[in-house]
Each structure stands twice: as C-alpha cells, then as structure tokens.
C-alpha cells in the first residue's frame, strides 16, 4: 500500500482544485471588513425586495437635520435683515442730527419750511446717498466736525 502512494505522486500545489489555497468555504475566504459589508449589501437588497424602505426613526433624523438647516439659514438672513435695517436707521438718525444741528429745527410754518428744504438742498445731503456730499463748503464741514466732536464726547 505504501508503494502504490508513492506510484502516485500527485503535486499538490499544481492542482487547479487548490489554487486558492486555504479554506473553501466561501464564508471563509473574506476577511471579517469584507464579510460585514457583503451582509450589509445583502441586509440593503433584502429589505428592498421586501418592499421595506427607509425606518420611521431614520425618516425623522433626517427630516430634523433638514429643518434644522433650514431654521440655521432663516436666523442668518433675518439678523442680516436686522443689520441692514440698523445700519439704515444709524445713517437716517446721523443725518437728522446734522441738519438740526447745521440748519436748526424743521419749523411748522409753511413759508419757512420751504427756505428750510433749500438749505438742506444746499448742505448736500440726499436720501439716496449713504454720505455727505464732499462738495460742502467750508462753513458746512466745520458745523460738521463741531456737531461729530460734540457726539462723539
């Protein structure tokens, strides 16, 4: 019996049947990284042919990141439209106060307040620019830098 073994001497190594070496078993052969993202591929396309789709908790995670976006980005533009509308107001209440300090008080009479309206034609201010002209005359900037030292004392 020994001898005929050794009659057949077979190699191993070159027999296409074990080329892989190793385990057989299929289950085997991936590493557990391999193994646990095959399950989860299997897991996903099982649940797919069942019909189960996404599970009301993940349904609702993700809607509450959503809205939690959406909350984020309504703060931002409303503190934007807060700093726009303060820079606004600074500017108008800046330029109310120069002209009662330039040219005085708005007067309630009718006659007056047309000679009022030129003088502040004449200083330069406007509501549509965001600074006082530079063509003021020099009276005009000197009342402007007394009225600034005295609001910023």
């Known amino acids: 019996m020994v001898e005929e073994s050794s009659e057949i001497d077979y190699d191993l190594e070159k027999d296409p049947r074990n080329r892989r ?69 600074k500017k108008n209440l800046f330029e109310k106060d120069l002209i009662d300090h330039v040219v005085g008080p708005e007067p309630k009479n009718e006659s007056k ?12 201010l406007k509501q549509n620019k965001k600074n006082i002209s530079s063509k003021m005359n020099s009276n005009q900037r000197a009342a402007l830098l007394n009225f600034m030292k005295q609001s910023f004392k």
């Open 21 to 89: 070496g190793g385990d057989k078993d299929s289950k085997k052969r991936f590493n557990k990284k391999e193994q646990s993202e095959r399950s989860d591929q299997m897991k996903k396309r099982d649940d797919q042919r069942n019909g189960a789709g996404m599970t009301a908790e993940e349904i609702k995670h993700e809607f509450d990141e959503v809205n939690q976006d959406y909350l984020k980005m309504l703060e931002k533009r409303k503190k934007a439209e807060e700093d726009v509308k303060k820079a606004e107001e």
């Open 113 to 124: 307040k047309k000679v009022y309206e030129e003088r502040i034609q004449n200083l330069g």
